[in-house]
């Protein structure tokens, strides 16, 4: 029986193994890089030994009552609980599905007012930015029932600029704190006592964090795969003009009929994870785990990146395993599959001068592309669908 768990033996003290997470490069790539040369379980030392907490939980999270940084117990059960049955369950979907088809309609309105700007009824957008303002807008009505208009967004430092940004910054730095989670500052996670405010500010606040990036950026990385590769989006393309036609805009219900497509999105989650690493779990008894003897309060991550890329360990899961996996999902695969469908049939989408889409990736939880995704984009519908909308 294999019982030594290998680790890096660079070791620094205090810090164990915490330097060699740190750079340019994402987490989950170093990790990945470390599992080639260790193998799929490893031990990193990361601080010294401490109650389970969260930086970022601590700092910017309402003192720890955001459910989804919470220990399995009752507290995360019952928020869990509320989210799903209140806002996420195929039925609440069903109810408000009003939200997400008007604010679909207003973005492709509006990039069919931009594309019909520019000379040729052709037109560059940074169309990954607009789609961060589409899919903040419809977080925003579901959870408080506001949303902004694009000429607001458009006044530098108006409201939902600042608060996308100060949302691009708490991402980014959840990303960071994960690591910094084992530093022995941190202080013992106290879940208990929240008052009824806190608790919905929290969970507001995860629910726009977790809900918002990780479809923009899903989206953003499907377009950019699909230029880079113009065979298989014209065959996306081909598809929908063959299983719904020119005449009227593909609608939610079409989408099972539509394989090719679900093909892409599958795709681009495998490569692309907005979750690249799970939350971290805390083995609560003595285990065994891969032929490995793991002691009571180890603490595991599970990198969902690499097994999406790993031919001899290969798992396919973008939205985590077992209870604790993405309560989002039935909701994101309803708004990724649908936004990508009608951007594919009401444009034509080329990059500028024909150049290849950089892929580089951001650092940050939700493995945002770096750079903006420019694109020219062009009608290809009748005037009166996108007038229609
Ligand atoms: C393409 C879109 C999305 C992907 C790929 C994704 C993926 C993930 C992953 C990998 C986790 C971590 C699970 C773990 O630790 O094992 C997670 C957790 C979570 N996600 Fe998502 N997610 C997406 C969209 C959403 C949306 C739209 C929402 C809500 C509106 C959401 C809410 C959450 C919450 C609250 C958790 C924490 C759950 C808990 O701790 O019980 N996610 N997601």
Redesign the pocket.
Known sequence: MKNRIPEPSVSLPLIGHLHLLSGKETVCKKLATMADKYGPLFSLKLGTRNPPSFGGGRHMGYNNSI????PYGEY?RNI?KM?TIE??SSHRLEKIKHIRFSEMDYYIKDLYGLSRSGAGNCAKVTISEALEQFTFNI?LRMLVGKRFSGSTYAEVNSEPRRYEKAIKQAIYLFGIFVLADALPYLECMDIQGHTRDTIVKATTM??TL??GE??SV?ITWALSLLLNHPNVLKAAQEELDRQVGTERWVEESDIKNLKYLQAIVKET?RLY???PI??I?EATQDCRIAGYDVSKGTRLI?N?WKLHRDPRNFEY?????????????T???Q??HLTAAKLIQGFEIRTIDGMAVDMEEGLGLALPKLNPLEVVLSPRLRSELYEGL
């Open positions: 459910f989804a940084l919470a995360w869990r989210v806002l996420l977080n995860i629910l977790t809900g990780s479809t899903t989650l994870p907005p979750g799970t939350g779990r599970v969902l899961m973008p939205f985590s395993s077992g209870r604790r996996s993405c309560p989002g999902i909701f994101r695969l708004v990724v």
